[in-house]
C-alpha cells in the first residue's frame, strides 16, 4: 500500500534524529528551555521586561566566556558577571547627565563587546565561540543535569510568587496595601530570568537566548486571556518551536539555536497575522 | 438609607492629631490633618488634584511613615485605587483581582485555596458582580471594575476602606449603585473614606475633610462647608450656582464635572 509507506518514510524521517544521543541530549534541553522560557517569559511580556532581559543576557557575557577560559561552572561566570554590569550601571547613573538608559547600553555594549573580544580571540579555545551562538548539540550530560536543576528552581519559584506577581504587574501603586512588596516582587523577577538565561545560553547562545523568553510568550499574549493558560500555551509553543528547529537543523544542515529561534519568531508573526484578520472581538465589546 | 441610629462606635476606626507627611526630603506635602473617623461613618475627603488626599491615603496605609503628629489606625485599612491605574489589557478576570485581597492573610508559600474562592466570590457577590466574576477586567464597564477592586478591599477584611475618586469617569446608573454600595458598607459597621470633587454628594454623608495641604476644615458637612472653607480649599475656584439650592449650597469647584 502507498499510503503505508508514505507513513512509513514520515515515521522514520520523524524518528531519525531520536537514535542519536547527542541529539535525544538535545531533545531533552531544548524541551526545558521551552519550559523555562515560556513560562518565565509570560512574566517578562505582561512586565515589559523585553529590553531588561536582552541587556541581562548580553551584560553576563564576558562572566560566561571568561568562566569557560578559566574552566569554572559557567553559572558563577554568570553570576560574577551580572554583578558587575549591576555595579557598573548603578556607577554610570550617577554621572551627571546619563540617564538611566543611557547608562545602561553603554555598560552592555561595553560588557557584551568585552565578551566578544574574549570568545572569539584567535587564543580561545573553540568551544568558547559557541556561548555566541549556542551549541545545544554539543552538551553533556552534566550540562543536562545542570539545565535540569535550575529550570526546576525556576518553576518552583515561579509557582511561589504568582500571586505577588500578578497583584504588582496589575497595578503597581496598590499592591504594596495587598501586601506584595514591588521592589522585592521585581529583583526575584529579574534574578530569575538571569537563572533563566544561564538555563537557556548553553543551548541557543547569548545572541539568541531573548528569542525563547520573549517570542512565545509573545505569541500566547495573543491567544489567552488569563496569565496561567497563557503560560501553558506559551510553554507548549515553545518546546513545539524547539522541537521543530531541531528537526530543521537535523535536516537542512542549519545551526541548531538560530533555526530554534526562526520558528519562534515565524510563530509569533503567524499568531500575529491570524489575530488580525479575524475580527476584533475583545476591542468591539470593550 | 443609611440608618445614623445604628452606629455604634465610641472608638474611632482612624484618629489622626497634628498629621504631617512629605515624600523623601521634600516640602510636607500634608500638615496639620486633625480628624477622627468612627465605624459606621462615611467621610469625604475633598481638596484640589495634588492637594494631598492621595497622600493622607497612603499614610493612612501605612506606606508612607507620618513626619509629624499622631495617627492611630485601629482597623485594617484598604484601598480601592483609581481604575485607570491598573492595566486594563492585563489578562485577569475579576475573581483573579478579588483573590488579591487573599495575598497578605496567607503565608507566602500558599496559594490562594477553595475557601479563599469562595471568599472572593462572596465579596464579588456582595457588590453585585458574582455573575461577572468570570469576566476579563478590563471588559468591564468604570462603574464594574471599581466595584471589584471594592470586593478585592472585602476581601481582604478591611474596616477603614479607603476610596480614590471613584465616580471619575463612571457613568449615571453605575454611579448610584456605588453610592447605595458605600452606604452599605459603612452601615455594616466599616468606615468608608471617599476622595472626592463631588461636594453635593459630600453633603449627603457623615463627615468631611476639606485638604489643600494643610487642613482646612474637619467636621460633619453641613456647619462645615461654608462658602469660605470652599474657598480656601479649592484657591478660590468656585462657582456659584444658579437657582434652586439654599443659601451656602450654591459653590462647586470650577473644576468639578457633572456626572
Redesign the interface.
Known amino acids: 500500500m502507498p499510503t503505508d509507506a508514505v507513513i512509513a518514510t514520515i515515521w522514520g524521517a520523524l524518528a531519525a534524529p531520536w537514535q542519536d544521543g547527542t541529539l535525544l541530549r538535545a531533545f531533552a534541553e531544548v524541551a526545558l528551555i521551552g519550559a523555562v522560557g515560556g513560562v518565565l517569559g509570560c512574566w517578562i511580556v505582561l512586565y515589559g521586561l523585553s529590553y531588561g532581559a536582552e541587556s541581562l543576557a548580553h551584560a553576563l557575557f564576558p562572566g560566561l566566556v571568561a568562566a569557560a577560559l578559566l574552566g569554572i561552572p559557567i553559572v558563577i561566570g554568570g553570576t560574577a558577571g551580572l554583578i558587575v554590569a549591576a555595579l557598573a550601571v548603578a556607577a554610570a547613573g550617577r554621572v551627571p547627565k546619563i540617564g538611566g538608559d543611557t547608562a545602561i547600553a553603554v555598560v552592555v555594549t561595553t560588557m557584551f563587546g568585552l565578551g566578544v573580544l574574549l570568545a572569539l580571540s584567535p587564543a580561545s579555545p573553540p568551544g568558547v565561540g559557541g556561548l555566541l551562538f549556542g551549541d545545544v548539540l554539543g552538551l553533556s550530560d552534566g550540562d543536562l543535569l545542570l539545565s535540569l536543576v535550575l529550570a526546576v528552581a525556576v518553576l518552583v519559584a515561579l509557582r511561589l510568587l504568582h500571586g505577588r506577581l500578578l497583584a504588582v504587574g496589575f497595578d503597581r501603586g496598590s499592591a504594596r496595601s495587598l501586601g506584595a512588596a514591588p521592589a522585592l516582587v521585581d529583583a526575584a523577577l529579574l534574578v530569575l530570568v538571569a537563572v533563566a538565561i544561564l538555563v537557556a545560553v548553553q543551548g541557543l547562545g547569548n545572541l539568541l537566548v531573548v528569542a525563547v523568553l520573549i517570542a512565545p510568550a509573545a505569541t500566547a499574549r495573543l491567544l489567552a486571556r488569563r496569565v496561567v493558560p497563557m503560560m501553558a500555551a506559551a510553554a507548549a509553543l515553545a518546546v513545539a518551536a524547539g522541537v521543530a528547529g531541531l528537526y530543521l537543523s537535523y535536516y537542512a544542515s542549519t545551526a541548531g539555536g538560530a533555526s530554534i529561534a526562526a520558528v519562534m519568531v515565524a510563530m509569533y508573526l503567524a499568531a500575529l497575522a491570524g489575530t488580525s484578520l479575524r475580527p476584533r472581538i475583545i476591542s468591539a465589546r470593550a | 438609607m443609611h440608618d445614623p441610629g445604628n452606629r455604634v462606635s465610641p472608638e474611632p476606626l482612624a484618629e489622626a492629631r497634628g498629621l504631617a507627611a512629605r515624600y523623601g526630603g521634600g516640602a510636607l506635602a500634608i500638615d496639620g490633618v486633625t480628624f477622627a473617623a468612627q465605624a459606621g461613618r462615611r467621610m469625604a475627603l475633598l481638596g484640589p488634584n495634588g492637594g494631598g488626599k492621595t497622600t493622607l491615603f497612603r499614610v493612612l496605609?501605612g506606606?508612607l511613615p507620618p513626619a509629624a503628629g499622631e495617627l492611630r489606625v485601629a482597623a485594617r485599612?484598604?484601598?480601592v485605587?483609581q481604575t485607570e491605574?491598573?492595566?486594563?489589557d492585563?489578562?485577569?478576570?475579576a475573581l483573579?483581582?478579588a483573590?488579591?485581597?487573599?495575598?497578605?492573610?496567607?503565608p507566602?508559600?500558599r496559594?490562594?485555596g477553595r475557601a479563599e474562592r469562595r471568599l472572593a466570590l462572596d465579596a464579588l457577590a456582595a457588590v453585585g458582580l458574582r455573575e461577572q466574576s468570570g469576566r476579563?477586567f478590563?471588559?468591564l464597564s468604570g462603574g464594574q471594575r471599581q466595584r471589584v477592586l471594592v470586593a478585592?478591599a472585602l476581601v481582604?477584611d478591611a474596616g477603614l476602606l479607603l476610596l480614590d475618586e471613584p465616580f471619575s469617569g463612571v457613568d449615571r446608573p453605575s454611579a448610584d449603585l456605588l453610592t447605595g454600595l458605600i452606604d452599605r458598607l459603612a452601615a455594616e459597621g466599616r468606615c468608608v473614606i471617599v476622595a472626592t470633587h463631588d461636594v453635593e454628594q459630600a453633603r449627603s454623608w457623615d463627615l468631611v475633610l476639606c485638604l489643600n495641604h494643610r487642613q482646612v476644615a474637619f467636621g460633619p458637612p453641613e456647619p462645615t462647608l461654608t462658602r469660605e472653607v470652599l474657598e480656601a480649599t479649592y484657591g478660590g475656584a468656585i462657582v456659584d450656582l444658579p437657582a434652586g439650592a439654599g443659601p451656602g449650597r450654591a459653590v462647586l469647584p470650577a473644576h468639578h464635572h457633572a456626572h
Do not use: N
Request: charged share 20%.
Open positions: 496605609l506606606e485599612a484598604a484601598t485605587p491605574r491598573s492595566r486594563l492585563y489578562p485577569v478576570t483573579d483581582v483573590l488579591m485581597g487573599t495575598i497578605a492573610g496567607l507566602w508559600w496559594r490562594p476579563s478590563g471588559e478585592r481582604q
